[in-house]
């Protein structure tokens, strides 16, 4: 094409560029016909798709003389010829012949030829479907404002949001200006209104709906293991039996890669997740899982899709690992948990070489594959351990107990997740090349790491240390003190009672402490670490956390506050120690509900007797000579249970 300008200049183009351009259009002409919407025409019913149907079929004969699908050498029939008829007189015939006027076979004529078949369907049955139906539009607008508004109030009923509704619009319009539609339609109209909003039902996924985005999802992409990983921390729906011995509910922390769909690690903790275990959990992830007595030999890197022998020539810890890959994360991705964006988890992520991507605030769509595994997890693995208690009340069962510890279900989850999650097909992992096939995380990461490659990170002892959590202490004659306990060693000998060089901390030390065994501490000191053992060590009979001393020191606090005196240390290393062997031995569940019940009963319906009258006891009568005395000895369950240790 030969393009000339206003200034005379001359260009050739290709003709295909030329009409593909935006602002290309040929000017004075009539456009192309619009193609018909075959998706409308199949969701209409057929009896109105073969009405127009059978109106084309008079139109093409009118137009042609010949009906559509006409055999070859048919005739057309008399008044329909357009040899020796006009386009006139056709349409008078059909008019004629179908009782309609002549206007009406035009009109049919031109939608046809502007909208082909959808030009002849009767609109009323395409009509789209109002939500709003007969309803006054004010009313529907405060309907509207109100269920928008219900998003984060208490779930109530459709009767209240009624009543609201009705008040509003008479404060807004005044009262019997709008009129009301009745008390069935008035139902059906909120009803229509609240769809898929969840406003009569669960307020938790009410919330989660709304805070939805508007914009459309986009998945997480991520080219190589390690690239982007994912923690959070969730409560897990399973009893467990703490350190004490009382069932309570545990926190679990995972990390997730994105390109794999790999748990890179899990930890199960009590009471609830702290910065140490966030920072553990980066530790674990650099570790090859080894193999535990009693796992079947079929969980071994050895056994699995994982290239081992490539793996081993570059790692040999890998000789004994089970099948869980070791995946060293690039960014982890987080969100604003005190556990997350504290100190001791930054300082992990720093050391170790991890960029931090904080996820928006009440937005859980940026860590979507973490929540999705949560959600897998109560799923594949939760609800069939003994003791799963569902998500809420009303998904519990009666009178759930607490079976396994916190260690040995730490156990569990560490055995299934490499025979029920690593082995397992995921739908996130499809082969691109064959969509049909999912791939599981193990073959998913043999086929990324033969591209990516594979450099192991592996952590000292002290590496271990500078994860731990910080205190800073004074070096005393009698050691470091931290929570009433007191820790000393012979190693400490040359800095006590001396300043540690660092004034932003005032001559203090820095003390990292291991919050789930409490028996010794580390301090750095300018020749390295010194391990400073608890001195009330030898009381205890095994390793205890923050939170068990915290228990036992309260223990004794009420037992010294009883006796008018202040608690000592040796008095709580009593108080531990008798902890922990309650412990061992399991709680004495029902006699706990039992006195816990007659408590109750005895506090709320004890009557309120008058003070009785004095009464003149006459002395009792001596007992005869002859008659002797068996006192009956007091059963002791706890001595019984001693001589049984």
Known sequence: MRLRSDAGTDQVVLAGHLMSALDFVVMDSPGLPAVEPFGL????????????????????????????GAAPGTLPRPGFDPSTTTLTDRQRVKATELGV????????????SAQGLWGLIDQRAARAFDVAGQADARLVAVLRELIAAETDASTGTRSRLMRRAVKRVEQVHGAGVVPMPGKTAFYALVDRLAVGRHTFGSAVTRRQTANRPAGAFTATLAARPGEQVQIDSTPIDVMVLAADGVPVRADLTIAVD???????????RPVGTKAVDASLLLAKMLVPEPMRPGWSDALRMSA??????????????????????????????????KVFVSETFTRGCERLGISIQPARKGTPTDKGVVEATFAAIKTLFAQHVAGFKGANTQMRGRAVAAEWTLDELQDLLDEWLIVGWAHRPHDALRDPHAPRRMLTPNERYAALVAVAGYLPLTLSGNDYLELLPVKWRAINDYGVSIDYRTYNSPELGPWRRQHSGLTGKRGLWEVHYDPYDLSQVFVRTPEGWVTAAWTHAAMVCAPFADFTWRHARSLAADTCQAAGREVTETEIARALDALLTRAEHGPDRVGARVAARTRAAAATHRPVLPSPAPVDIAPAPAASAGAEVIPFGVFDADAEAERWL
């Open 41 to 68: 025409l199949d969701s209409l019913p057929k009896e109105v798709v073969a009405a127009a149907e059978s109106w084309r079929d008079h139109v093409v004969e009118v137009e042609t003389g010949l009906p559509p």
């Open 101 to 112: 006027t002549v206007r009406t076979v035009e009109i049919k004529r031109a939608r046809y």
């Open 258 to 268: 994105v390109a794999t769909r790999t748990i890179c690690a899990a930890v199960l």
């Open 304 to 337: 699995s899709r994982l290239p081992y022998e490539r793996l081993l020539e570059v790692d040999a810890r890998m000789r004994e690992a089970a099948a869980r890959p070791v995946i060293v994360p690039e960014q982890v991705v987080i969100d604003h948990g």
